[in-house]
């Protein structure tokens, strides 16, 4: 009997942990509101924020104090970004802030980066082809192995499945020579041929050293980027562009984000103050006068403009009820003691992220408690025989009330 | 005696473990047989680019299987008992009700397991003989979580087909429903790593849950 009624309680408590995510799953289907962020842009014609607002049914476009604007006017005052649009129906200005426009030096200087909180810790397989950066050819060609960083540099062949020796020892000799410290800790780099030229890869090293590993004309060239160790990279994205302002962007475990810069590789710290790598996204956007940055998390958004010299101009900010505040939001928040969520947008992992019921769970917790009571009278059974149901739908509402009344008891 | 139950849980399930032994080469074979195409039609570096950079799960026809065999082997052990009432025969040999019906379930599970671990153990000479270790490794944490819905699938199928009473088979389903599919989530590869020993813990849970079906079947509760 004892064995039966362990067998009981663990279908039990596995029903109830499944049903702790899939009842807030389907009940989130069924409620689910729609939440639409505005885009913000910074014009250059009049120097102010203007807003993108997608709405169910239509997009308004507006400017902070509620001004509307058409699609026309909004296009021409944001005439870096809707270049394209703007040129082919012959409304392009020729010159802007004294600044004279072509298509290609407005092209060159439009820049866009994205860091979504899922695109940190996505999992990879730690393997990546290292392109010749300097082959003389237009296009760049993909080589015919993929590098490892781990006790030494070592190059696989794609063709043989096997270690190339002389490349690997000569480019595993470079790097001793330069002082890196093997195993590597992150290996960031933009592992395609679809760019206009290659940077390689940033490399932390044993000792959170960040160095710089590409292939120039067979040959292998490392540097250390004398970025501080102290900062612990976190997370670094690597994109080559043809503006050649930086590398790419860096982000420190203090969730700091700096840009690194060709000017030997010194950072640039963006002038944020909420951002924060596990929660938020990352917009940046430049063009020929201005960098707009801006951080949206749950609920609210800040974006930061700044001139060339990443000295702020201006700042927007704005908040709206998130979905836990809306109304479905509360009675899940009653009705619910606790969910789990095996998918988070936020991450590309799957794991149990729980989220604890507000303080009016535990009215749904005593009505759930009652409810139980009440079966057990109705089906004259003793409370002392149901101690087990008794603690668990008390601990877990819902979830546990269900639970005990799916799956019967040995007594029954 | 123990002996002797283990031969007649062979007897009830040989020809459906042969038919997933079958089911389990040819799917490996057919695998290997694509990369071997793809790696003779496109450059080899090419294939290696879209299986580490683009991430393409080449196993990813595998996904079910293990829960396939699972169920099957599962339903070939206990559907003959129950249909014919003859586990109130099996539960009255001179051992404990529950002993017996564990030992059933556990020579099921073990085969289960064995044959999944062969499975697994193909798979990886597979990818080793195309790719290098990082690749297998990431295989290996893709399809653990799979593997393991073969193992959960096989008891909570046990558990399902011994309980007597529809409704409660029903909400049984339920729950193997909500489990399983929690393992078979189409995701990024090793998307499972953080939650993985969890799912192990739960799975778990799912073994000795056939005790219970199998006390109320030797009671007659209909």
């Known amino acids: 009997m004892k064995t039966v ?23 989130w289907k069924a409620f ?3 939440i639409r962020p505005p885009r913000v842009s910074y014009s250059p014609v009049q120097n102010s924020f203007l807003l993108l607002r997608p709405e169910a049914k239509s997009v308004r476009y507006v400017d902070p104090a509620g001004k509307e604007y058409t699609r026309e ?31 290609k030096t407005v092209q ?17 397989i730690p393997l990546y082809p290292l392109v010749e950066s300097q082959s003389g050819r237009v296009r760049l060609e993909m080589p015919n192995d993929f590098f490892r960083i781990g006790r030494r540099m070592e190059f696989m062949d794609a063709a043989t499945n096997a270690v190339q020796e002389s490349k690997s020892q000569e480019f595993t000799d470079t790097l001793l020579a330069r002082g890196f410290a093997f195993p590597a800790r992150q290996i960031a780099g933009n592992p395609t041929t679809r760019k206009p030229f290659d940077e390689g890869y940033f490399v932390v090293d044993a000792n959170d050293a960040v160095f710089h590993i590409k292939m120039v004309r067979g040959k292998p060239f490392c540097v250390n980027t004398g970025i501080p160790a102290g900062l612990r990279v976190r997370h670094m994205f690597i994109m080559e562009m043809g503006l050649k302002e930086f590398y790419g962007m860096m982000i420190a475990a203090d969730n700091s984000v700096s840009l690194i810069s060709y000017d030997s590789y010194r950072l640039i710290r963006l002038p944020l103050s909420r951002y924060d790598a596990a929660t938020c996204a990352l917009f940046f956007g430049g063009d020929l006068f201005y960098r707009t940055i801006t951080v949206q998390s749950e609920g609210w958004l800040e974006t930061v403009v700044t001139d060339r010299a990443y000295a702020v101009v201006d700042t927007y900010q704005e908040s709206w009820p998130t979905r836990d505040e809306s109304t479905a939001g509360a009675w899940a928040a009653s009705l619910f003691p606790f969910t789990f969520h095996l998918e988070d947008e936020d991450s590309a992992l799957v794991d149990f992220y729980g989220q604890c019921g507000k303080w009016t769970a535990l009215w749904g917790m005593l009505l759930f408690l009652v409810l139980l009571l009440i079966s057990l009278r109705l089906r004259r059974k003793h409370v002392r025989d149901h101690l087990f149901d008794l603690v668990l739908v008390a601990g877990t509402g819902i979830f546990g009330l269900l639970a005990v009344h799916m799956i019967p008891s040995p007594e029954e | 005696m123990l002996k002797a139950i283990a031969f007649k849980e062979w007897l009830k399930m040989r020809w459906t473990f042969l038919a997933m032994v079958v089911v389990c080469i040819g799917m490996t074979v057919n695998i290997a047989l694509d990369l071997s195409h793809l790696m003779t039609m496109e450059r080899p570096i090419n294939v290696w680019s879209y299986v580490i950079l683009m991430q393409y799960p080449f196993y990813s026809s595998l996904r079910y299987i293990p829960l396939l065999v699972g169920c099957a082997i599962a339903v070939a052990q206990f559907v003959p008992e129950v249909i014919q009432s ?59 979580p799979w593997f393991l819905a073969g193992l959960g699938g096989y008891f909570l199928t046990a558990t399902i087909v011994v309980e007597p009473r529809w409704v409660r088979r029903v909400f049984l389903i339920l729950l193997a429903y909500g489990f399983l599919d929690a393992l078979v989530l189409r995701v990024a590869i090793t998307a499972y790593t953080p939650s993985l020993l969890w799912f192990v813990l739960l ?20």
């Not at chain 2, 799975?203 to 209909?222: D, P």
Request: proline share 5%; charged share 15%.
């Open chain 1, 73 to 103: 006017e909004y296009e021409r005052l944001l005439p870096l970004t809707n270049y394209r649009q703007l040129a082919a129906s012959g409304q392009m200005p020729d010159s802007l802030r004294g600044a004279k426009l072509d298509l």
């Open chain 1, 32 to 34: 689910d509101i729609s």
């Open chain 2, 203 to 222: 799975t778990v849970l799912t073994t000795i849950g056939v005790v219970l079906s199998g006390h109320r079947f030797r009671k007659g509760v209909r």
């Open chain 2, 86 to 144: 003859r586990l109130k025969l099996s539960l009255h040999l001179p051992l404990g009700e529950n002993q017996v019906l564990l030992w059933m379930v556990g020579y099921g599970g073990c085969v289960v397991a064995g044959l999944l671990l062969l499975e697994m153990l193909a798979m990886m000479v597979v990818a080793l003989a195309y790719f290098p270790k990082e690749v297998m490794q990431s295989m290996v944490l893709t399809m653990a």
């Open chain 1, 108 to 124: 060159l200087n439009n820049l866009f980066l994205r860091v979504m909180p899922a695109d940190i810790g996505l999992p990879q």
């Open chain 1, 5 to 27: 009624r362990l067998a009981r309680i663990a279908l039990t408590v596995l029903l109830t942990l499944v049903l702790s995510w899939v009842l807030p799953h389907y009940f």
